[in-house]
T-cell receptor, first 111, second 115 residues
């Protein structure tokens, strides 16, 4: 069974710090990796995706992928209290259409 | 603007009743998905569809059914509601462009309570 694992948290960081969220996956055939943010009581919304080894930056967010280690991470620079949410890692394999989601990491940014 | 909607947003029902949750998208996406989200389990796939008349079982399909008669709608039916089906249900849709960034977009969710 394909699995995606994340630390459930809560991960607490002070305002202005870098938050680092990690995700590991079991299926070596996985091709694309997605990070979603979910505020309490709301639906998941896409932050960014990555499919090549290395780093991909989008504003304050950087996704990092290491397929050899089956590891993907999300860095949030200059963390703000508004970044406090649960972050979901999702994995899609071989250009299929189905995603497998991790359980999410709850981030708390302290003012 | 294109969107994905779910109704009702909140539903309370009794054990044994049949319940249907609606999902409607105006993205014209081929793919539609139903998930449930419970504490400690994250999002789990119930059923999915890759197009009209196509439906498939997901990880936790027992007690649920779907039908796809058009592109826009994928209703989820609980045949005989059980307390274990109390959850938050999300519908999602995606396009099939063969692009690595093909993304699933989520509806606002339906909170279902089975008493």
């Amino acid at each position: 069974q394909k699995e995606v694992e994340q630390n459930s948290g809560p991960l607490s960081v002070p305002e202005g710090a870098i938050a680092s969220l990690n995700c590991t996956y079991s299926d070596r055939g996985s091709q694309s990796f997605f990070w979603y943010r979910q505020y309490s009581g709301k639906s998941p919304e896409l932050i960014m995706f990555i499919y090549s080894n290395g780093d991909k930056e989008d504003g304050r967010f950087t996704a990092q992928l290491n397929k050899a280690s089956q590891y993907v991470s999300l860095l949030i620079r200059d963390s703000q209290p508004s970044d406090s949410a649960t972050y979901l890692c999702a994995v899609r394999d071989n250009y299929g259409q189905n995603f497998v989601f991790g359980p999410g990491t709850r981030l708390s940014v302290l003012p | 603007d294109a969107e994905i909607t779910q109704s009702p947003r909140h539903k309370i029902t009794e054990t044994g009743r049949q319940v249907t949750l609606a999902c409607h998208q105006t993205w014209n996406h081929n793919n539609m998905f139903w998930y449930r989200q419970d504490l400690g389990h994250g999002l789990r796939l119930i059923h999915y569809s890759y197009g009209v008349q196509d439906t498939n079982k997901g990880e936790v399909s027992d007690g649920y059914s779907v039908s796809r008669s058009n592109t826009e709608d994928l209703p989820l039916t609980l045949e005989s509601a059980a307390s274990s089906q109390t959850s938050v249900y999300f519908c999602a849709s995606s396009e099939s462009l063969g692009d690595p960034g093909d993304t699933q977009y989520f509806g606002p969710g339906t909170r279902l309570t089975v008493l």
